[in-house]
């Protein structure tokens, strides 16, 4: 088969920040978290005229699917728009991702009431409590 040689470089989080939006860059391990439980704090991102769209992926039928979710007469409209514009760039490969983050937790059985979110702030410690 083809072989591929990959040579990496490590840079300091400003240079990656700096080189991901001018474009200079081959490959770019980058992460994003979401800032609220909702697929279009992603999907967004990869929009053709994003920001943080550094890689400059474009499609016209994926920008057009994720404006139309966000005007959708229905929960059920808009989560269908999001779905067909995730296949698409799953398919066209808009984004590769190699891995998810995860994180564990060691929690004394005596510690209650504490809120794991699955966006923004890890941990919830507003209702949180001793046993006794």
């Known amino acids: 088969g083809d072989k591929v040689t990959v040579n990496t470089q490590t840079v300091p989080f400003k240079t990656r920040l700096s080189r991901s939006t001018n474009g200079d ?8 978290g979401a800032d609220f439980a909702d697929p279009i ?10 920001e943080q769209n550094n890689g400059k992926w ?3 039928e994926y920008d057009k699917l994720i404006a ?4 959708a007469n229905s929960a059920s409209d808009r989560w269908s728009d999001l779905e067909k514009a995730e296949k698409i ?5 808009g984004v590769t991702p190699l891995y998810y983050r995860n994180q ?6 005596k510690v ?4 794991y979110n ?3 702030a890890n941990l919830n410690f507003k209702d949180t409590y001793i046993a006794k």
Request: glycine residues 4%; without cysteine; charged residues 15%.
């Open 58 to 60: 474009s499609n016209a």
């Open 104 to 109: 564990a937790w060691m929690v004394n059985d």
């Open 41 to 50: 704090s992603f999907l967004d991102l990869f929009t053709s005229n994003n």
């Open 68 to 71: 139309a979710s966000k005007n």
């Open 112 to 115: 209650k009431g504490i809120i």
């Open 25 to 32: 860059f081959d490959v770019v391990l980058s992460a994003w």
């Open 89 to 93: 760039l799953l398919q066209d490969q």
């Open 118 to 120: 699955t966006a923004g």
